[in-house]
């Protein structure tokens, strides 16, 4: 396979809105800042993949600030107690942060058509960051909508996908993943995350469904399964980071 050109799209955020009761009063909510981030496993997988296919990697954010990699995605409970490989793939965004500008991302608003024309595919990563700033980006959305338009491989995982609502943020407000189907983390799955937060959560998989996409959910999706429409690969938890990566590197060989 010769080496091709990968965007790469993270958050600026450290942390994701939550809504939780405010005191005593059941109808009085207040919205805090939750901790989070990218998260590490499924940047890391599909990531490591596309070095060793020997493909240039570009980091980009709305802003160019330094990504937060959430803490809670570096838990061992997350990589089943395998402390190598959580240590790989620490070392690997180390090695990003040294050699790749992941730690000086570029700006989204840095991207004009013509070199947007030189990279492959598209990537984007979950965690609760994307909730933050992600899904109402218009340079994004731009960005986006011009890799649907040459049908170019587009993958997002977990969280991921609510970036992709970033689209009718920009052209003629259309959602252009309408009629895509797409697999992203679950209503189900937040609402456990929710308790054990305290708090509500804006819902991907509900979200992208109002705008018209067809959401994959189910026992396949959710132990590691992904969903491929078009040019759109995509994938519901860490579990479909290694299935994701596989996947996507088949699109960027055609």
């Not at 590490?40 to 596309?50: G, I, N, R, S, Y």
């Amino acid at each position: 396979m010769s080496p091709k050109k990968v965007l790469i799209i993270l958050s600026d955020s450290d942390s994701f809105p939550l809504e939780k009761v405010s005191g005593s009063d059941a109808g009085t909510t207040e919205t805090v800042n939750q901790p989070s981030g990218v998260f590490l496993k499924e940047l890391a997988k599909p990531l490591q993949k596309m070095l060793d296919a020997g493909h240039e990697v570009t980091f980009a954010s709305p802003k160019g600030q330094t990504p937060t990699v959430d803490s809670n995605s570096k838990s061992l409970l997350v990589y089943a107690g395998n402390f190598y490989e959580r240590q790989q793939e620490e070392k690997l965004i180390e090695r990003m942060k040294q050699n790749n500008g992941f730690d000086q991302p570029r700006t989204f608003g840095s991207f004009d058509e013509q070199e947007l024309s030189t990279f492959a595919g598209i990537f984007i990563p979950g965690g609760h960051a994307p909730l933050a700033d992600l899904g109402d980006n218009a340079e994004l959305g731009r960005i986006l909508r011009y890799f649907n338009k040459e049908n170019k491989p587009t993958a997002a995982i977990c969280h991921g996908p609510y970036a992709l609502l970033s689209t009718t943020k920009a052209g003629d407000g259309s959602f252009v993943y309408k009629g895509y189907k797409i697999t992203s983390w679950s209503d189900a799955e937040e609402r456990f995350m929710e308790t054990l937060l305290g708090g509500e959560v804006e819902k991907v998989e509900s979200t992208l469904s109002d705008h018209g996409a067809i959401m994959l959910e189910g026992a396949p999706e959710k132990l590691g399964g992904t969903t491929l429409h078009r040019e759109l690969v995509t994938g519901g938890n860490p579990l479909a980071a290694n299935a994701l990566g596989d996947r996507f590197l088949k699109m960027l060989s055609v």
